[in-house]
Structure formats: structure tokens, C-alpha cells
């Protein structure tokens, strides 16, 4: 049975914003779990998601990375959704800083031992949407997601790996506009498992020419 980590922030962890200080959907309504029950037999999904993640760039959070992926490993294939916390945490939002982040991120994954041992697939996910009309502020956060998932797939082609734009997809989101909400997950659940069946492993790292994963409707 193939193995998947998904590595991401609070809409990996399932976080519901209603109640006063937030709490987590219930296991069966996570995205994460119902797509476990589409795959089953075919996949393991493992998640490791954590709320106000960033993109890992210092001794501790890679040090945390590394642990996970050792927990699960062997994995055939490593998922990140990542970006969302790092421009909802800038004064001024810039795509172009958080790609840069992210292509760094990549590039480190993918010449660890870990990586290059087991031959792990990469699959990178462009962040959902986010509801720009529910704050002000929140405008240009969801302008610069856009920019952020244009920049996203050409860094997918530029290290030839499989990259998905969550972005396209049409989620439901919680009221505070960041956060899926329970049928947000359940539709998120059966985008992934048609990318998961869309895979094809033995076509990863190929060069940019030779690009053979291309967002998923």
C-alpha cells in the first residue's frame, strides 16, 4: 500500500473557527479522514497539520518536519500546503517572499537522504481561496494567493514535481473566510482522491520540459 503525508496548517488540522477560542472538526468531517476512507487499500494518508503553521525556515520547525517524516517514512509521496499564515502575517503581502520561501523549502526537501532514498514523490498545493469581502484587509491577502499559486506552478515545473491549485476549486469556507468549513473538507476530500488516482509516481522528477502534472479540476 502506497504512503501519503500531508504537511500543512490549520486546514490540514481541521480547524472550526465557531467556537471562542476555535477548536477541530470532528475527526470524520476532516478531509484528511474522509479521503482515507476513498483510498482505502490504496493509500495510508498520515497528516501533520498545525494551526498558524508557516513555511518552515528555521532550526526548530525543520527539526519538527524532519521528525514527522521520519515517523511515516517510508513515504511515496510528501504533500504541502503551505502559505496561507505567511502572508495573512505580513503588513504587506508579498507573493513573491513566500514563494521564494516555499521554493527553498522544496529544494531542501528534495535532496534529503530520507527523499532521495525512497524515491518520495512531491506533490505541492496552492492554498484555497480565501473570502476577500469578509474583512477588508483580507483583499490583498487574496490577491497575492493568487499571484502565489501562479508563481507556485511554475516552481512545480522548475524542480519537476506535481503541483494542484486548491484555489480552483470550488470550497465551501467557514464565516471567517479562511477556514474550510465541514462540507469545504468533504468536497476537498474528493478533489484529492481524483488527484491521488492521477498520479503516476514513476513519472516524478522529470524535467521541466517533460512537466506531466498540471492542475486538477
Known amino acids: 500500500m502506497k504512503k501519503v503525508l500531508f504537511y500543512g496548517d490549520s486546514n490540514t488540522y481541521g480547524f472550526d473557527p465557531r467556537g471562542m477560542m476555535g477548536g477541530r472538526l470532528p475527526a470524520n468531517e476532516r478531509w484528511t479522514e474522509i479521503l482515507q476512507n476513498y483510498v482505502y487499500g490504496e493509500w495510508k494518508v498520515y497528516a501533520d497539520g498545525m494551526n498558524g503553521r508557516v513555511i518552515p525556515d528555521n532550526p526548530y520547525s525543520l527539526l519538527s518536519l524532519d521528525k514527522s517524516v521520519l515517523e511515516y517514512s517510508p513515504l511515496d509521496l ?10 495573512l502575517n505580513m503588513s504587506e503581502p508579498d507573493a513573491d517572499v513566500v514563494a521564494s520561501k516555499l521554493r527553498d523549502f522544496i529544494e531542501r526537501q528534495l535532496n534529503r537522504t530520507e527523499f532521495v532514498d525512497n524515491k518520495t514523490g512531491f506533490l505541492l498545493i496552492a492554498p ?85 502534472l498540471a492542475t486538477f479540476a
Open 78 to 87: 510528501f504533500a504541502v500546503m503551505l502559505g496561507t499564515n505567511d502572508l
Open 128 to 212: 484555497p481561496l480565501i473570502l476577500s469581502h469578509m474583512e477588508e484587509n483580507l483583499e490583498e491577502v487574496e490577491a497575492q494567493r493568487k499571484r502565489l499559486s501562479s508563481e507556485l506552478d511554475i516552481i512545480a515545473q522548475e524542480f519537476g514535481i506535481f503541483f494542484v491549485d486548491a484555489g480552483e476549486w470550488d470550497l465551501d469556507l467557514s464565516f471567517d473566510g479562511i477556514h474550510l468549513s465541514a462540507e469545504g473538507h468533504a468536497s476537498f476530500a474528493e478533489h484529492m482522491k481524483n488527484v491521488l488516482e492521477g498520479i503516476d509516481l514513476t513519472a516524478e522528477r522529470k524535467e521541466a520540459d517533460d512537466y506531466v
